[in-house]
């Protein structure tokens, strides 16, 4: 296979483009501004992996294999130099000048190949993500899995740099290298995840889950938990603080960073909708149905809760209070949609029994928030535990909010549901009324309940709206029987 496009050119100047690029990269390495050194690695790295991509594009079969080659290479050699530096510094030289610049040179280099092989790997992974979006965007599998050098090959290469930064990590303790540590592990879970298609074609006929986007949000699920298990074992049991008014000055003392507080959230972000994209595409994952796909979402929203809590508890902080309050009305969402019957197979017909388990899952999340509520409230604010419990009332009052307003909005859609032009499905068989019935009987009871608890006027008109819903239901099922009564 012939290079082609901008990597065909560089094959073609390579005579000129590598050595320009590789001394522009040694030219920032030596320079006598101190600034610039210290500021320029970025550059450093690319420039030096430019020109080492421009001879291998030159010299190989195909640009794939020039990228596959140097990031290997480079990650290889990074992980070599990390354990050069441990073992030079390990050595406890008499303390003069020279060993001390052997020392910075060797983890220099380290820090240099290991970011150009984390640029390669990352601009790889980003062409195959925008492929896995784009079938995401049109349900349908149009894209390989292999293009572009993206094979199982790069998780050698991934691993090597998380034992060169779990190395580095481990001897010299710098809190930034956990934050590198936890962004190459969201990006091993996220090549391993997308090494399968994101669709299949069944042999039967129709279109299959392939389990990348479940794996996905299971995998960075777990991550986030293993993260926040680790920094616990690295750094003790943080201390309560004495009011809600110390968070401030508590916020970031235990070791963690902004850039792995940025980094966390993100990838709970990315768990979050992932989850919910499974719910407004119930598409099956095999002979089992949809339902494993809900629990796997299930138990991926419930895992990241219960990591953002601990990051919560962790900080002293609310920034990702919110973002834990959703993924746990996510988890139980889900858990409501799981318990459902099979659904027929058309995907027309499975959204309002999908609709009807969204409306008794987000019920159930609301009744859950404002009991969290009535008894965060009533704490202690001169107790730590307490005042922390307090400071997360007002995120739990909104989680209950907005639980109950996605709720009624559902319950308002299911309502005009048989009307709406698109939908020829009349959903007017007596379990589906029976069950839709039931699941708007649900929200009235819990909203009502609620904004007695909260004593908001919000909730008191979210309650008319849960009213109007469940009697405009069962009066457009009974539109097609009017004849019958005269």
């Known amino acids: 296979m012939t290079p082609t496009g901008p990597l065909q050119w560089a094959a073609e100047s390579a005579g000129w483009l590598a050595p320009l690029l590789v001394g522009a990269g040694v030219l920032l390495l030596v320079s006598p501004l101190q600034r610039l050194r210290a500021s320029g690695w970025t550059a450093v790295a690319l420039l030096l992996g430019a020109g080492v991509c421009t001879l291998l594009a030159r010299f190989t079969v195909s640009p794939q294999e020039a ?14 130099s990390t354990v050069a530096h441990v073992c030079h510094a390990a050595r406890k030289p008499a303390l003069s000048a020279a060993p001390q610049a052997v ?9 240099i190949l290991g970011s150009i092989a984390f640029a390669v790997l990352l601009v790889i992974l980003v062409i195959r993500t925008i492929y896995a979006v784009s079938d995401l965007a049109n349900v349908l ?11 199982a090959g790069g998780l050698f290469d991934i691993a090597c740099l998380i034992a060169a930064c779990a190395t580095a990590l481990a001897t010299t303790r710098v809190t930034q290298l956990g934050t590198s540590l936890f962004l190459l592990g969201v990006m091993f879970c996220t090549w391993a995840s997308l090494l399968a298609p994101v669709f299949r074609i069944a042999a039967e006929g129709g279109m299959r ?15 986030l938990v293993a993260s926040m298990a680790a920094h616990r074992l690295g750094r003790g049991r943080a201390g309560a603080p004495v009011d809600a008014r110390d968070f401030a000055a508590r916020r970031g003392r235990h070791g963690i960073s902004a850039g792995f507080r940025i980094s966390f959230g993100a990838a709970a972000l990315v768990v979050m909708l992932l989850v919910c994209y499974h719910l407004a595409v119930p ?31 962790r900080e002293w902080g609310v920034a990702l209070a919110d973002a834990a309050v959703g993924l746990m009305s996510l988890a139980i969402c889900c858990l409501a949609v799981s318990a459902v019957p099979d659904y027929p197979q058309s995907i027309t017909e499975r959204y309002p029994v999908v609709f009807n388990a969204m409306i008794v899952g987000l019920a159930l999340a609301t009744a ?4 969290l509520v009535t008894e965060w409230r009533g704490q202690s604010p001169d107790d730590g535990v307490g005042a922390f419990k307090v400071a997360l009332v007002p995120h739990a009052k909104r989680g209950a909010f907005i639980n109950a307003v996605f ?17 020829a499905v009349p959903d007017d068989s007596i379990g589906r009324v029976t069950a839709g019935f039931g699941a708007n009987l649900l929200l009235l009871l819990v909203v009502l309940w609620s904004a007695r608890r909260l004593r908001r006027m919000t909730f008191h008109i979210l ?16 539109l097609p029987y009017a004849l019958s009564f005269r």
Do not use: H
């Open 67 to 80: 990228f596959r080659l140097t990031a290997r290479t480079c990650a290889i050699l990074s992980l070599l």
């Open 103 to 111: 020392s910075q040179r060797i983890r220099n280099a380290a820090l």
């Open 141 to 151: 599998p149009v894209r390989s899995a292999r293009a572009y050098g993206f094979a």
């Open 209 to 223: 889950m392939a389990g990348a986007t479940s794996a996905l949000a299971g995998s960075l699920s777990v991550l």
């Open 283 to 313: 598409v099956d994952l095999g002979e089992a149905g949809f339902r494993p796909v809900a629990l796997a979402s299930a138990a991926s929203a419930a895992l990241a809760s219960l990591a953002c809590f601990c990051f919560v508890a």
């Open 368 to 371: 859950l928030c404002t009991k």
């Open 407 to 423: 709720a009624v909005s559902l319950g308002g859609l299911m309502a005009l549901w048989p009307q709406l032009p698109a939908i």
């Open 463 to 478: 309650s008319l709206f849960a009213l109007g819903s469940t009697a405009g239901f069962m009066f457009i099922r009974m």
